[in-house]
């Protein structure tokens, strides 16, 4: 991790450690009412604007699409004071003071590191759309191990730590249904399948644009079988819910079956990425692989990497039926099947 000095953004944790070294059941316990408290904070802001206590504090970013308000600032304060007065010696990195630095590099190195997002889905925030949350992520050795996500307007709390299961408000296990088996993957995947995406801050007008290319994607994931010469996707559903946050913890769920995006940053996704995994989900990366085309039935598929702003990621699925496709097998289906239909995204960053 870079030091502290070299960047105003980030804290770098001064030891590394591995997880085993770690108390996880108390830093997830912490984790987790950290998460509420700051959420009920995002709540009572809310919630005092419905009562019509005036004005939500909006600045903009990069762009008009990308904001900061108010609350984004406060509970990113509140969660990394109790965070460095908890746990001093951890690493800290937080959406908005990160957003103030200069560097877009990647900071996570091996030390235990918080990766904080204090409100994701902040456009829905602004409109008062309840698919906005915290998301706190707990990583070591670069590896997400605790992730908790809290939607206070939906009252649902997403929640994971390695080894001790993934919950919906702290006793539903996740994927929701299991009930006798945990459901496979469709045969004929992508369809019927809910495909999850995001159309991101990237909205510049060019040919080979990420907007353009993500556009073309839920376009061909959408058109029926025959349609776009053989690779119409016909899913069951597009759905974009403005919260990379969110859309993981569905996924996870078992509500959305595949998350495909590009643009969005470790905060986003790194509570995710535990509660996901910890489900039984795969994450692996948003592009086809370049070395081939079309054809990716003998390409590996690897773990995204956390900063890698490419994102894909497959719902937790049971085995087939026949016992034929284990359930790893039939999530790196689904990925090469996404790839086929999906255009290259462009989301470089230094360090990654
Ligand atoms: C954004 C949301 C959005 C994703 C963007 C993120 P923010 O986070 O997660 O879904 O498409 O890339 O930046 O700005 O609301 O915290």
Redesign the pocket.
């Known amino acids: 991790m870079a030091s502290a000095s070299q960047t105003s953004s980030a804290t770098a944790a001064s030891t590394s450690a591995s997880s085993s070294d770690l108390d996880l059941d108390s830093i997830y316990a912490f984790a987790v009412q950290l998460t509420k408290d700051a959420g009920q904070r995002l709540l009572d802001g809310a919630k005092a604007r419905m009562a019509g206590g005036g004005v939500i504090d909006t600045l903009e970013k990069d762009s008009s699409v990308?904001?900061v308000t108010q609350a984004?600032e406060d509970v990113e304060a509140f969660v990394k004071k109790e965070i460095t007065a908890r746990y001093p010696t951890h690493g800290f990195l937080g959406?908005e003071s990160y957003s103030k630095g200069a560097s877009r590099d990647y900071l996570v190195g091996g030390g235990p590191t918080w990766i904080v997002?204090p409100?994701?889905?902040?456009?829905?925030y602004t409109h008062l759309f309840a698919m906005?949350c915290v998301s706190i992520g707990f990583v070591v050795d670069g590896k997400p191990v605790i992730g908790v996500i809290y939607a206070p307007m939906l009252n649902q709390l997403f929640s994971a730590c390695k080894g001790k299961g993934a919950f919906l408000n702290e006793s539903i296990p996740l994927p929701l249904q299991q009930n006798p088996v945990v459901p496979p993957l469709p045969a004929n995947a992508p369809s019927g399948c809910i495909f999850s995406c995001?159309?991101?801050?990237d909205r510049r007008d060019f040919a080979g644009g990420n907007l353009s290319r993500k556009v073309e994607s839920f376009v061909t994931m959408a058109t029926e079988r025959q349609g776009k010469n053989g690779l119409g996707g016909m899913v069951h559903g597009v759905r974009s819910?403005?919260?990379?946050?969110m859309?993981l913890a569905y996924t996870a769920a078992g509500s959305f079956d595949i998350w495909w995006?590009g643009?969005?940053?470790e905060?986003?996704v790194a509570a995710g990425f535990a509660i996901l995994e910890e489900a039984g989900g795969l994450v692996t990366t948003a592009n086809p692989p370049e070395s081939k085309v079309g054809d990716y039935s003998d390409v590996a598929v690897e773990d995204a990497h956390l900063g890698g702003r490419l994102y894909l990621a497959i719902r937790p699925a049971g085995a087939s039926a026949d016992g034929a496709e284990t359930a790893r097998q039939a999530q790196e289906r689904v990925a090469r099947e996404v790839w086929k239909r999906v255009a290259s995204l462009d989301y470089t960053r230094p360090g990654v």
Do not use: F, P, R
């Open positions: 990308d904001l984004d959406e997002d409100l994701d889905g902040t456009v829905n906005y995001e159309w991101g801050k819910l403005g919260s990379a946050a859309d995006e643009g969005c940053w905060w986003d």
